[in-house]
């Protein structure tokens, strides 16, 4: 489980496809510290450490499936593109953002970029049968970020990304045309399944 709360931008080192995908990231986390087969949430995928660099050449190295690939962002990266990126809470961790999975629900797209004083609103359009997963006031997770929901038009809805927000993430350069990665608040998915039953 992750917050949605960013600790480190990384870059894309290496991106190869084989089979499956294999990527390379650069980190400033300490690598000694994670450890094989230990989560990252890249861009807001919950990833598998398979490879790490040394202390003095930080980075490590996750393969992603074909369904991850198809889900998220990640089947575009490319070498110097950067990462969101977030190691998974521990028990007794403080919860500053929402509670994240990891598990990409769909790629949405920003539609409209405005400044707003000095933080920046962002709408963005979601495929539409995700729709009925956000509020006004709920919480999503775009490329791992956890962020709160202004309105909801649709399948379209709007955020705003304060100062500080825009510093410590790739959302500094958030750009109409971008595509993002987007999870549903994990509370509105169980509600809307249950509610189907």
């Known amino acids: 489980m992750f917050t949605g709360i960013i600790s480190d931008v990384g870059e894309v080192r290496h991106v190869e496809k084989r089979g499956d995908t294999h990527v390379v990231i650069a980190t400033h986390f300490d690598v000694a510290a994670i450890e094989m087969g230990a989560s990252i949430a890249c861009a807001g995928a919950c990833m598998t450490v398979i490879d790490k660099g040394s202390a003095a050449d930080r980075w490590f190295a996750f393969t992603a499936s074909a369904e991850t690939v198809s889900k998220t962002t990640l089947g575009a990266w490319k070498t110097g593109d950067p990462v969101n990126l977030e190691r998974p809470m521990r028990v007794g ?13 769909a790629v949405a797209e920003i539609v409209a970029a405005k400044s707003e004083g000095e933080s ?18 709920g919480s999503v997770a775009l490329d791992g970020v956890s962020l709160t929901v202004n309105d909801v038009d649709g399948a379209r809805f709007g955020v705003n990304i304060i100062p500080h927000t825009l510093k410590v993430t790739t959302f500094g350069r958030a750009r109409p045309g971008m595509k993002v990665n987007f999870e549903a608040d994990l509370m509105a998915r169980y509600i809307a399944r249950l509610s189907a039953a």
């Not at 961790?93 to 629900?105: A, R, S």
């Not at 920046?120 to 006031?137: D, E, G």
Request: proline share 6%; no cysteine; glycine share 10%.
């Open 93 to 105: 961790d403080e919860l500053g953002g929402h509670i994240v999975t990891g598990h990409v629900d």
């Open 120 to 137: 920046m609103r962002l709408t963005l359009q979601v495929p539409a049968q995700f729709a009925r997963f956000i509020a006004p006031k």
